[in-house]
């Protein structure tokens, strides 16, 4: 793994919010040279003869690379490589945690998933913070579903509220492949990931689903692409978010159909709820298709609770923040039940729950 140096930091030129990709975002108030960047070695559970730790950097689309952070990541990455054999099922979860410390470090981690003809394999990759204070991670994933694969993955961020994140991911699957794309955000300071799934083999399909929760000026940030790039492809995209006090969040997300991909079928929800006066969430949706037979929906929603369900639960008994807090639980109960790894989710239902209760403490 190459370190950067304090030089090659400062002559990076950084995005603006002029570039529709970066609008809305909080990119103007990034600098750079406020971080230091170090050596990162995450922690890896799970059957070692899949996975390897430091080697060469492998790179799946070298020419497609997002953004200058995905770039930043390929000159500086700490790499896992996962490599599934064809016709092997991986019983055993995956499990990659990178702790990052709160002294204005910069890490770039960066995971690498192949995963071959006819094999299976869940993923988890979880952020989290060592200690509060500033600090800078630039993750990258990469993943490759060959034909009949089956691949679970799920990013779950719980870094401090000091702490940013600007994220890539990016999926192919082939023929009769099902990838399933899963994030969890409830931490960050400014927390951003940009997701591409492509299919490129027929018969595919890929699901990208998401949580999300915002408190104190906190922001998430999405950015989504279903890229249909093969005849008879299914993908379906949920995310689900909130914000409270004076967080925000963003999501804009395309499905693309191109002209070959006939047959295709490409489904996109967002939901969110705004807890606060001072909150506020922007969703913007976005269609490119470039061929009639298909079946293609989009949806988005931004607004606060359903007075009707306050009402309903108020009125058996119900005290105002406790129906809050269930109408919320329930909100996200949709998406916690389509996470891989079943066992976290009652964790992270938890988690949001208590969230909940520090957005109380502080209004």
């Known amino acids: 793994m190459t370190v950067l140096d304090l030089e090659q930091l400062a002559s990076i030129e950084l995005p603006t919010t002029d570039e529709e990709i970066w609008r809305y975002s909080r990119i103007a108030d990034l600098d750079l040279s406020t971080y230091r960047p170090v050596a990162h070695a995450p922690h890896v559970a799970g059957p070692a003869e899949f996975v390897e730790i430091d080697g060469d950097t492998v790179d799946l689309f070298p020419d497609e690379t997002p953004d200058v952070f995905a ?55 979880r952020f989290v913070s060592g200690a509060d204070g500033p600090a800078l991670v ?19 961020n719980e870094l401090s509220e000091q702490a940013w994140a600007i994220g890539n991911q990016q999926a192919v699957g082939f023929q009769d492949s099902s990838t399933l794309l899963a994030s ?90 705004t807890l606060s006066d001072g909150a506020w969430a922007q969703s913007v949706p976005n269609l490119e298709i470039f061929t009639n037979d298909v079946k293609c929906s989009h949806a988005s929603t931004v607004g606060p609770i359903d007075e009707e369900q306050r009402f309903y639960l108020e009125s058996r008994g119900i005290r105002p923040e406790i129906a809050e807090r ?18 976290l989710a009652e964790g992270l239902r938890a988690r949001v729950a208590a969230k909940l209760n520090i957005g109380e403490a502080a209004s």
């Open 71 to 125: 770039e930043l990541n390929r000159r500086a990455a700490a790499q896992i490589r996962i490599v599934i054999p064809a016709g092997t099922t991986v019983d055993e979860t995956i499990s990659i945690t990178h702790t990052i410390a709160g002294d204005g470090v910069l890490v770039c981690p960066r995971l690498v998933i192949e995963v071959g003809e006819n094999s299976q394999v869940t993923v988890i990759e």
């Open 138 to 156: 630039i993750p990258v994933l990469q993943l490759r579903a060959d034909q009949a694969a089956r691949v679970n993955y799920l990013s779950i």
């Open 184 to 273: 969890v955000a409830l931490g960050g300071d400014y927390a951003r990931v940009r997701t591409e799934a492509r299919l490129s083999g027929k018969g595919g399909s890929t699901r990208q689903v998401a949580l999300y929760f915002a408190g104190g000026t906190q922001m998430h940030d999405f950015r989504t692409i279903q890229d249909h790039d093969a005849p008879f492809t299914h993908s379906d995209l949920l995310f689900k978010g909130a914000v409270q006090d004076h967080a925000a969040s963003v999501y804009t997300g395309l499905i693309k159909i191109r002209e070959h991909a006939r047959g295709t079928a490409a489904f996109q929800t967002n939901r969110n709820l």
């Open 326 to 343: 269930l109408v919320v639980l329930g909100f996200f109960d949709e998406v916690l039940s389509q996470l891989p790894a079943q066992g």
